[in-house]
């Protein structure tokens, strides 16, 4: 998507296809981090797991805000497909890394 909106970032149809597949993948990840969130923690942790990941949640939407409208204020708007293929790679690489890593399966 985010390649698609690199190199066709100028035609609507790109655009409006790109933000309509990405509320399409991304729509349920609130839900599912928070069901994988409770599930991997204990019963009393639940209590401290939620608050937390939904204050990381709202200080990663806010800090892509202040990012985002830093960059458009310079004038770096072209280069957002970009910046958002690289921080899509470093996330699979944290993704793939904590499912090697972080989680081992249950003997």
Partial sequence: ???ALWVGGTSAWVVYAAVALWGLTFGGAATLLQTALADAS????VDIVM???????????A???IAGGIWL???????????L??????ALIIAWSAKRHGFPGKQ
């Fill in 85 to 90: 293929l690289i921080l899509l790679l470093v």
């Fill in 42 to 45: 204990s019963e009393e942790g």
């Fill in 73 to 83: 204020e310079l004038g770096y708007a072209q280069a957002f497909p970009g910046v």
């Fill in 63 to 65: 800090g892509g805000g």
């Fill in 51 to 61: 608050p937390i990941n939904t204050t990381v949640w709202n200080l990663a939407i």
């Fill in 1 to 3: 998507m985010s390649v």
